[in-house]
């Protein structure tokens, strides 16, 4: 099941977020993007499109974001498994499953900025 709401924005500009997508792209091929989140809720609708146009500049593997459509209950696959409370969350992961960071719902910045800053910091 996927998300309309991981449909890239056509205004985001990428090179406003060139160090997001700089960082994105170094590791687009190493690492695995599992987006929850729900066509219904406001904030997902607020923050995954300009999501998916970052994934997108950086060319990041189809293979590589698994979208995850909870419903209104923020029930779905994966939500007891990884602790998932609010959305959007967005969990990254290496090949093998190790959890390398994850943005919640209420960071302070985007979530392609913020996930590309906590990458920076990790790898």
Known sequence: MSLETM????????????????TLTAHNDELVYTVWGGDWC????????D??????AAEVPDERIEEIALDQDKQGPGVEEYDIEYIPTVVVETDDGEEVTRFVESEDLPP???????????L
Do not use: F, I, M
């Not at 999501?51 to 997108?56: D, I, R, S, T, Y």
């Open 7 to 22: 449909q890239p924005n056509p205004t985001w500009d990428a090179a406003s977020y060139e160090a997001a997508v700089d």
């Open 51 to 56: 999501l998916g146009a970052a994934l997108e």
């Open 112 to 122: 392609a900025v913020w996930l590309a800053e906590q990458l920076d910091k990790k």
């Open 42 to 49: 406001k904030d997902c609708r607020k923050l995954l499109p």
